[in-house]
Each structure stands twice: as C-alpha cells, then as structure tokens.
C-alpha cells in the first residue's frame, strides 16, 4: 500500500473519530455556555429576548426564502422577466442571507458590551433620561425605537443605554457591509438595508423579514430620516421600513405595535465637517476602506497622544432621552382606517403622516446641550463680542425658554460650567476666538457652529444670522506652517 494512501486512510479515520466522539462533546460544552449567557441576558432585561431571535439563522433563511409571499413575488418575476425558477430562487436566497443577522448572544453580552461602553464613555459625557419609561412598556407589544440620525456613533450610544433593558436590532445600511464589521453586526442583531434599491424582490424579501422580525417581538431601532443630518436639522422622513410595519399591521391582532421616540444629540460630531460639505453639494473623493481606517487609526492616535501629555479632554455631551411610546393601534384606532386593508396610495399618505407624528415626538425629546445651546446665541445676536457675564445670562434665558416651552431637555443648567465647557471645545476647534476677555466666532467656521445651531432649530427657531454663513473651508495652516518651516531649514 503506497504510504500516501495510508496517510488519508488514517486522515479520514481520525476525521470520523473527532467528528463521532470529540466534537458533540465540544459542541455540548459551547452550547451549554451560550444557554447560560441567553438565560442571564433574559433574567437581567426588561424585555427578553423572544423566540425569534433565538432561532437558528439558517432556519431564518429558509423560512424567509420560502414565504408564501416571497414565493409569490418570485412567481410574479419569473413571469415577467422569463427567469428559470431555480435562478430566481437562488437569488432570493442570496438576499435572505445578506439580511438576516446572526445574532451572537454570548459576543454581545461578553465583548461587545464591554467595548461599546468603553468607547463611548472614553470620548463623551454620556446622559440619559427617562428610562424608566421603558420599565412600563407592555412585554406583549413589538418594540420599535425610532431615533434622530446625528452620527454613525448613534448607533453605540443607543445600543449602549438601553443595553440593561433590551437587544436592539438595527436597519444598517450599505456604508457597513465590509469586512469585518458587517459580519460583528450581523453577529449583534443588526440587518442590512439597501435603501435606493429599486429590486421589487428584494423590496419584498426585506419587507417579509421585517414584517416576520415585528410579528416575532423582535427589539427594533430605525432613523425615521433614512440618513445622517447634513445641516443638523431634522430631514424629511423616509416611510420605506414603516410601510413595511403598517402594512401587515392588523389592528384587531393580538399583537400591538409601540415606538418609543428617542432624541439624540452632541457637543461635537465627529462627521461635521464632511456632513456639511455634502449639504452644500461638493464633490468629494471617494476613498478605500483601508484610507478610511487608517484615517480613524490616525485620529484615535492624536487623541491619545494627547492623553498622554495631559491635554485630554472629552468631547463633551452625548445625551439620549427616551419620548412617551407611541401606540400604532391607538394612532390607527384615531384615524379610524385599517392599514392592512386600504390601497396602496391611500396607505401610503396615512404611513406617511404617522412617520411626520413620530419625527414631532422624537423633536420634543431632544437634548439641548451646552455647545448648541451656546452656537445658537452666539449666532441669534446682533453683537459680536461677548463676555462671560453675558454668555451665562443669555444661556439662562434659553434654558428658562425651553423650560416654559415643556420640550427638550437640558443636562446642564449650571450656566458656569456650560459655558465653561461649551467654550473649550468651540476654542480647542478654533471656531471661537478669545480677545481681550471677549469672544467672538470665526468667520471660517460659521457654518460648523450652524450645524449645531440647527439641532435646536425645532425647538427654539431659526437665527436670523444663519442664512448669510458660508460652508467652511478646512483650515490648512498647521500644515503650511511646517512647511515654511522646513523651507526654512533648508
């Protein structure tokens, strides 16, 4: 016998061995390892995770892949298009797996956790309030919070302070899908979205997993807007997900559906800038992945850097404030309409009043925190220069507004501190100058203190300043002074 094959003979053997003996075991020893996480999870949350989550992912898929519905809408396109049935199929499979996530209970209890927490309270101060709204939700009810897009880092900061009471879900779009981060957020819950994807099959196989998830009680988060504010006020909403929810909505079901309005903000937003040049319609590089991570590489290195030399400082402020939930069979009930039995165009005027509801609840919770608040006056006066004395009566008089107003929440009132804090990071960023005691804003940087100027404009209105500032120009001089520098030298 040549040795060769007595080395796959005794290859195979040992295969045959460790698949019979060696690995049910191992899989019985993960596997108990996971029920215990799952059954810890469940013990500590408010709303536990249901069935559906549960479920092995290539169940998920199959079930999604042969839907009634589904099966359907791939008769209708073989149909119309003269596609083999298999292929269509196989198509539709294709898009089952790119949505479905494969949530990783122990990843996210274990890891996941533990670094989101670190990361978001390593760069701001985090505030939360009215949690204790989420103590009263009814546990049969599906659960979809419906959040204002400030930054990507929205997603961490929601996930994060609501992570003692539930899993979140989350509707991330294509921007995600890259190796490794599309498979850590299939493994935490989340599903892919395309959101200008004119494919009606793939529109239906999104629709019947969302549709599935609401049914099965899954936790869900969604942007109303479909997209990060480019100027920082609210965009006009996107009703794609919510039509989706409305339109197997059964109103005498058994089963309600509640959004919980959530109202995010911060003193600085990491993508201000590059928001800002795509609200003024400039074209920008594309660039790889790789420049985008070694950009944040380079980011994160300067920040510690200046850790290390004790010049760091928190980016201030990122505060989330959970609204009143906001019932759909109530809000169908008022109409007196039932979703699920109204045509297309009718449903689609009523879904989209409801989205507009929502975006108003989401508006009411807001937080109005130190650096807007302060853009805002800044921005409102007919004055240049300020003094402190003046900073702190005017920010007084804006927290006192919104108190009367009954809207909005702010989580610093102390006006010394505020406006302490408020003013290093628009000097640290150079958008505010110091001058003999006074300050005064930029010229060049009018537009970046208007972005967030404008996540109060909901609440406080427009300055009348604001129409005549210019979109910013990155400031190069660091880079010019090395350069005259070694010019110098040389």
Same mark, same amino acid.
């Given at each position: ?9 005794a ?13 049910? #075991?191992?899989r ?26 549960l ?11 042969y %839907?009634?519905?589904?099966l ?12 083999p049935?298999d ?6 499979e294709?898009?089952a797996?790119?949505?479905v ?7 996210y ?10 990361? @978001? ?6 505030r ?8 009263t939700?009814?546990e ?57 994807? #004119? ?15 609401v049914e ?5 988060a ?6 990060l504010?480019r100027?920082g006020?609210?965009r006009?909403?996107?009703i794609?997900l919510?039509?989706?929810?409305v339109? #197997? ?13 959530? #109202?995010v903000?911060y ?29 944040a ?28 939930p ?5 809000w169908?009930?008022?109409q007196?309409i039932a979703? %699920?039995?109204l045509?297309?165009?009718?449903? @689609?005027?009523?879904t989209?009043?409801?989205a ?10 807001v ?15 007919a ?9 702190e ?45 006074c ?29 005549? %500032? ?21």
């Amino acid at each position: 016998m040549p040795v060769w094959l007595l080395v796959v003979i005794a290859a195979l053997a040992l295969w045959v061995i460790a698949e019979r003996l060696f690995l049910p #075991g191992v899989r019985w020893f993960f596997r108990r390892r996971v029920n215990m996480v799952i059954e810890r999870f469940n013990q500590r949350l408010k709303l536990r995770l249901p069935t559906f989550s549960l479920t092995r992912r290539k169940v998920l898929v199959d079930r999604l892949t042969y %839907d009634p519905q589904v099966l359907t809408e791939v008769r209708r396109y073989c149909d119309e298009t003269d596609t083999p049935w298999d292929v269509a199929l196989a198509r539709v499979e294709g898009y089952a797996r790119e949505i479905v996530p494969s949530l990783n209970a122990y990843i996210y209890e274990r890891v996941a956790s533990l670094i989101v927490k670190r990361l @978001i309270r390593r760069f701001y101060r985090v505030r939360l309030t009215a949690v204790e709204r989420l103590e009263t939700l009814d546990e049969n009810a599906s659960i979809v919070f419906v959040i204002n897009h400030r930054s990507n880092m929205d997603y961490l900061l929601v996930a994060y302070l609501a992570m003692r009471h539930t899993l979140l879900s989350y509707a991330v779009g294509e921007w995600a899908r890259v190796w490794p981060l599309q498979q850590l957020i299939q493994a935490l819950g989340g599903y892919f979205v395309r959101r200008n994807s #004119g494919d009606e099959l793939y529109r239906r196989v999104l629709e019947r997993y969302v549709q599935m998830a609401v049914e099965g009680g899954v936790v869900q988060a969604m942007f109303p807007e479909g997209g990060l504010s480019r100027d920082g006020a609210f965009r006009e909403p996107r009703i794609g997900l919510f039509d989706y929810i409305v339109r #197997g909505f059964d109103v005498e079901g058994s089963r309600d559906v509640l959004f919980i309005p959530v #109202g995010v903000n911060y003193d600085w937003v990491l993508e201000d800038r590059k928001l800002l040049a795509e609200a003024g319609h400039k074209r920008l590089e594309r660039r790889s992945t790789l420049f985008a991570l070694v950009g944040a590489v380079r980011y994160l290195g300067r920040r510690l850097r200046r850790r290390f030399r004790g010049e760091w400082y928190r980016m201030g402020y990122a505060a989330a404030v959970f609204g009143e939930p906001v019932s759909l069979r109530a809000w169908c009930t008022e109409q007196g309409i039932a979703p %699920d039995k109204l045509p297309r165009e009718e449903r @689609i005027a009523h879904t989209q009043a409801f989205a507009g509801h929502l975006l108003e609840h989401i508006g009411n919770v807001v937080p109005a925190l130190p650096v807007p608040l302060l853009s805002w006056i800044m921005l409102g006066a007919a004055r240049e220069r300020w003094t402190r004395e003046q900073l702190e009566s005017a920010y007084m008089g804006v927290v006192a507004e919104i108190d009367a107003s009954g809207r909005g929440y702010v989580p610093r009132r102390e006006p010394t501190y505020a406006v302490e804090l408020a003013l290093r990071i628009l000097k640290s960023r150079q958008m505010v100058r110091e001058e003999d005691g006074c300050y005064r804003v930029e010229p060049l940087h009018r537009a970046i203190m208007r972005y967030y100027a404008n996540t109060l404009r909901h609440l406080l209105g427009k300055p009348r300043q604001l129409e005549t %500032d210019q979109l910013p120009e990155r400031p190069r001089r660091r880079r010019n002074q090395r350069s005259t520098k070694a010019r110098s030298i040389t």
